[in-house]
Structure formats: structure tokens, C-alpha cells
């Protein structure tokens, strides 16, 4: 006859310190690879808004010439959708990424339909 394992016992004293530790195993590991993502940097996002403006006026024929109110307002719209969704859902490395010119086919779709996303902010 095999001999049958047996599972060792463990006191109240021992099951909670088991217990104990395990809890802050799972703890460490939450806060080293689970936790949020650290904010952007307001002034890389700043730039970025200012970045857009300048953009949407060159493309809307304007140069770096202010545009009429109504007009200002729907480029600063359209600019704080997009700097708001990309800092809620693109992570930060991911932008550093984006900066160098080496993002991922998954970002770059992404960032393709935050752009749809916000287009309606142009009209």
C-alpha cells in the first residue's frame, strides 16, 4: 500500500501569519505593477494644446493670426478633447513613444479613434 500524504496542520497563530503575509505579497505586487499609471506633465500637455491651436489655424488657412471667437472656441474644444482622451487612455511611455515616431499599431489605431472621436468639437 502507497502511503497516503498527509497536510500539515497549521495553529490559528500560524494560519494568520500565512494569511498575513500573503496579503502583503498581493499588496507589493499591486503597487509595483497594477497601480495608475503616473499623471502627464501639465506642461507637456499645455504645449500640446498650443501645438493643436497652431495646427488647426495653419490648417484652416489662418497661419499663426488668432482667429474670429466662434472659431477659436471650436479649435479649443476640439484640442481639449483630444489632450484629455489621449492622457485618460494612452499611457505615458506610450507618448514618449508617440514623440520619437515609435508607437505601436495598437496606439496609432487608438489614437485614430480618439481623432474621430473628437471631430465633432470642429463643427
Known amino acids: 500500500m502507497a502511503l497516503r500524504f498527509r497536510l500539515p496542520t497549521l495553529s490559528r497563530r500560524g494560519f494568520s501569519l500565512v ?3 500573503a496579503v502583503l505579497v498581493l499588496a507589493a505586487l499591486y503597487l509595483l505593477y497594477l497601480r495608475a499609471p503616473p499623471p502627464m506633465d501639465a506642461a507637456a500637455v499645455q504645449e500640446f494644446r498650443n501645438t493643436c491651436m497652431k495646427s488647426a489655424r495653419h490648417a484652416s488657412g489662418g497661419g499663426d493670426m488668432v482667429m474670429d471667437e466662434a472659431t477659436e472656441a471650436k479649435f479649443g474644444a476640439y484640442c481639449s478633447c483630444l489632450s484629455e ?3 485618460s ?3 505615458p511611455e506610450e ?3 508617440l514623440a520619437q515616431g515609435t508607437a505601436s499599431d ?3 489605431a487608438l489614437l485614430d479613434r480618439i481623432v474621430d472621436g473628437c471631430k465633432p468639437k470642429l463643427e
Open 19 to 21: 494569511l498575513s503575509v
Open 85 to 87: 482622451t489621449i492622457e
Open 89 to 91: 487612455n494612452v499611457a
Open 95 to 97: 507618448v514618449g513613444r
Open 106 to 108: 495598437a496606439t496609432l
